[in-house]
């Protein structure tokens, strides 16, 4: 199983989870609103909290294109670009995040927009490269991001089995580049049936050295919960301050309790992988006698006389002769006058 390690943490199958607070645009391009989504999320106890860096004008090209979303319980339709330029931040303030988030010792990510977005973002040294799901056919970009020497992950929401096959290759799979590709579904809030979990089941077959992770659209944590056991090592949730801020990604978003609840229930289902080894844990070891039972006599037997189903039976405690003795004690003699209801012990068969 391969791994790949960002700010010195090893991320894979058989690690703990590494878990991304996906603050995307939530902080409405308002720099104290930003800082205070990364108090939120160092305080749910992420790896990491993650924004997304770019100029709008760099990929609309129609001012004209307009964007129909849900924000503050109505509907609201307007030019795209209009959204996303309200959501941007200077090289300068992009830099100033950075280092607020190094000082509260939580790890920088950015997803980059464009090429110039990446160079920014590796200047102000960014220990990943994230790229979203509308960007996962995009070849060019794929191919420049993967030229960096830092982690490469990848999100496949809206791609068909040909298209990941693709942009994987242009990625690095086969050249050993440290990739990561999420399981991503593209609606929001997913639906419990287009989550498909399974999928994560055919993507470690096709390609078993690939770090597996999960971008989780749903409501709660089962979704993520239930791809800590089908083998997912790093995770991402979209999280906002308030569901009642003005934006596009509020509504959907987790709250901060809810957002620390999923972080909780994600790393509790890791721990409770536990081991593959089918040996008693060490509690069960030291109670087990209290639960088991023991070979017994059930009424007196002379000595010679020969250990039967009808003179023995089992009862509690389990500090005696096991019941995984039974076929080897049947059918002995007994050494000595045994009363009834004593324990057996192996002194007493011939």
């Known amino acids: 199983m ?16 590494f878990i991304i607070a996906e603050a995307g645009i939530n902080h409405n391009g308002n720099m104290e609103l930003a ?11 992420v790896d990491a909290v993650k924004f997304q860096t770019f100029y709008a004008k760099d990929f609309i090209q129609d001012r004209r294109l307009t964007y129909t979303y849900r924000s503050q319980g109505k509907e609201i339709t307007e030019p795209i670009i209009d959204m996303f330029e309200r959501s941007e931040f200077t090289a300068e303030q992009w830099g100033e995040l950075k280092e607020f988030c190094d000082s509260q010792g939580i790890l920088f990510l950015s ?104 971008s989780d659209h749903t409501v709660g944590s089962t979704a993520a919960v239930m791809a800590v056991a089908y083998g997912a090592g790093i995770f991402e949730k979209h999280f906002t301050l308030d569901h009642n801020l003005p934006g596009p990604d509020h509504w959907f978003s987790e709250e901060p309790e809810a957002l620390k609840k999923w972080v909780s229930d994600v790393r509790t289902a890791y721990q409770m992988l536990g081991t593959p080894n089918l040996q008693p844990t060490e509690k069960e070891m030291q109670i087990r006698n209290e639960y088991h039972r023991s070979i017994t006599t059930a009424c007196d037997i002379a000595q010679g006389d020969v250990f039967t189903e009808q003179n023995l039976c089992m009862r509690r405690p389990g500090d005696g002769l096991p019941g995984s003795m039974w076929d080897e004690v ?19 068969i011939v």
């Open 330 to 348: 049947i059918g002995k003699q007994a050494k000595r006058d045994i009363g009834a209801n004593v324990q057996l012990k192996r002194e007493d």
């Open 111 to 214: 997803t980059p927009g464009n090429v110039s977005d990446l160079e920014l973002l590796m200047s102000i040294g960014v220990q990943a490269v994230k790229v979203g799901s509308d960007d996962f056919v995009n070849i060019p970009l794929i191919r420049r991001y993967a030229t960096e020497n830092v982690p490469l992950l990848l999100s496949c929401g809206m791609a068909t089995e040909e298209e990941i096959d693709l942009t994987l290759k242009n990625a690095g799979v086969y050249t050993n580049k440290e990739l990561c590709l999420f399981l991503c579904t593209s609606e929001y809030p997913t639906p419990p049936e287009d989550v498909n979990i399974r999928k994560l089941l055919t993507l470690r077959e096709k390609y078993p050295e690939l770090v597996l992770g999960l």
């Open 35 to 45: 800082k205070k989504m990364v108090l939120s999320a160092k305080d749910a106890g």
């Open 2 to 17: 391969k791994m790949i390690e960002i700010n010195g943490k090893k991320i894979g199958e058989g690690y703990p989870p």
